[in-house]
């Protein structure tokens, strides 16, 4: 098996961001002590909560720190992937055993642990030229086998246009790997990934309600703690880089951070963290709403008075990435899932802030389809669309594109999700959405930099403002097809249930199965 990984790829890193900013990351971990919870904690074994922070930064010192793609301890990460892969535990155990990866006689293996992010470490934070003088805020959840790591390419992207992205590590077991580290220095604890059945089921529906229970609850706690960090409240942040600096550049986030106005912050995720994030919003914003029946058992309850319920409002900006709607099934919040997005209460711009991105084979996934339009419309009770009040949401697909075609993974792979999943162009792919996210943006007023003629794949150059005009890439979010292999889907009038059925074929099994199940790797396991 190793021998087959080490000619994925030969490439140990990424292109370079195409915004106008240099992108600054740092690594945060916060006592759960210090924050207050906005709901009651699922899990007390969990003491601390994890992001990475992507944002616009100053020149970076000649000789910062490099981040690595692969977190620290990587021996652990290595082995907790090639687990989540399918190898064998024997396998996983002596990649485990191997202490410097970097001087391993396997290419794959230092492939992992050279691979960096074109970032820089604790880089100053750049001064926001926005009117508010405070830069955009955008919380982005991972998928089943992700870490805070697994979408650089796209977070890091959109921070070289002026957002300010926030990255969970999920400590639910939907990680290969999580590491608990309660104090600076200290010895870490570790979560590792639990394996549950991707067939619907009473079982798999109260696994995937705990999980969300702890993905929903960490939520609030980082805008909770966005909170703090904008007001300059001292916070301990356990992966400072110095015993000295226990803050970790916590400090320079002071009054730079859009998170206080109601509908500022933006949520975004991808398959698992889609639906999470659907699950959060619409927990939050329904949180007092009456006539819940007693078979619902809601998985976060935000107090009347907790700050996120002023956050999410119909204008809070959502985008979901290979929405995965499995978990949003589940009996016990079925009244949830009844209700429409936020977007669509009285008083909100319907579809004009929702962005639903898909790859080519979730789109081929017809089951998840249907289920998909069901949750970006007006009423998701329904089978059908039916009469529109409201204007329809933004929903696209790349041509040629996988579910790891969303993450770094395409990137650093390409070969091989070329070979497995027939994936095309995997940076044309991320250009595409990150794209569409900062169009969507600007239309709903929010300032982030122009997209460059280069990613908008216009010939000549022009100049790239840092503070783009409201519809500065209005073609990527037209539904005619004038972007060669960007395909537009609408909600149409037609029974969800028979436009599904007219596309599965046995050939469109759940993607999420060869994702997740090791299929792509090592053919059938469960």
């Known amino acids: 098996m190793v021998s087959f990984l080490s000619q994925l790829n030969p490439t140990p890193g990424f292109p370079s961001y195409s915004g106008p900013y240099k992108v600054g990351s740092t690594d945060v971990e916060i006592p759960t002590s210090e924050l207050p919870s906005p709901s009651p904690t699922p899990d007390s074994s969990i003491s601390t909560v994890s992001f990475r922070i992507f944002y616009p930064s100053e020149p970076p010192a000649k000789h910062s720190k490099p981040v690595y793609w692969l977190p ?8 907790a992937y090639v687990r989540f892969l ?34 820089a470490r604790n880089a100053k934070l750049l001064q926001a ?6 830069w955009p805020v955008m919380v982005f959840s991972h998928g089943l086998g992700g870490t805070k790591n697994a979408y650089s390419h796209l977070l890091g992207s959109l921070s070289s246009h002026g957002v300010v992205v926030v990255a969970p590590d999920h400590r639910d077991g939907s990680a ?13 604890r570790y979560v590792e990934y639990q394996s549950i059945s991707h067939q619907q089921s009473p079982e798999v529906e109260k696994a995937r309600d705990d999980q969300l229970k702890i993905r929903l609850w960490e939520l609030g706690l980082i805008h909770e703690a966005l909170l703090k960090i904008d007001r300059g409240e001292p916070l301990t942040n356990t992966l400072a880089d110095t015993s000295a600096d226990t803050t970790g550049n916590l400090a320079m ?19 698992f963290g889609a639906a999470s994030v659907v699950q959060f919003v619409k927990s939050v914003f329904y949180h007092s709403a009456k006539g819940a029946p007693t078979s619902y058992q809601p998985l976060f309850q935000p107090s009347a008075s907790s700050q996120i319920a002023h956050q999410i409002t119909p204008y809070s900006p959502i985008f979901l990435l290979d929405l995965w709607c499995l978990p949003l099934l589940s009996r016990s919040t079925r009244w949830l899932h009844d209700l429409p997005l936020p977007c669509y209460a009285r008083g909100g711009s319907g579809g004009g802030n929702l962005l639903a991105i898909l790859s080519e084979a979730f789109f081929k996934w017809g089951n998840n389809l249907i289920e998909l339009k069901r949750t970006v419309s007006e009423k998701p009770s329904s089978d059908t669309a039916g009469n529109k009040s409201y204007p329809a949401p933004y929903i696209f697909y790349p041509a040629s594109s996988a579910h790891l075609s969303q993450s770094d993974f395409g990137i650093l792979f390409p070969w091989f999700t070329k070979k497995a999943f027939n994936a095309q162009d995997p940076d044309r792919t991320l250009r595409l959405n ?32 840092p503070v783009a005009q409201l519809g500065q890439d209005s073609r990527i979010l037209k539904r005619d097809g004038c972007v060669t292999g960007w395909v537009s889907l609408d909600l149409g009038k037609s029974a969800f249930t028979d436009e599904a059925v007219n596309r599965r074929t046995s050939e469109n099994a759940d993607p999420m199965e060869a994702v997740v199940q090791g299929e792509m790797v090592n053919g059938s396991n469960s």
């Open 72 to 79: 620290e301890p990587q021996p652990e990460y290595l082995g």
């Open 86 to 119: 399918g190898a064998s535990h024997r396998l996983s155990t002596i990649l485990r055993s191997i202490r410097t990866l970097k001087r391993t006689n396997l290419p794959f293996l230092r492939i992992l642990a050279y691979t960096t992010l074109p970032v």
């Open 129 to 134: 030229n926005t009117k508010t003088r405070r």
């Open 253 to 271: 986030f002071t009054s730079s951070l859009d998170v206080h106005n109601p509908g500022s912050i933006s949520w975004s995720g991808h398959s």
């Open 434 to 465: 990150t794209r569409a996210i900062l169009e969507v943006m600007r239309r709903n007023a929010i300032e982030v930099a122009d997209t460059s003629a280069i990613d908008m794949e216009e010939s000549g150059s022009r100049t790239q403002n």
């Open 176 to 188: 290969p790997l999580s590491c608990i580290r309660e104090k600076p220095g200290s010895t870490p």
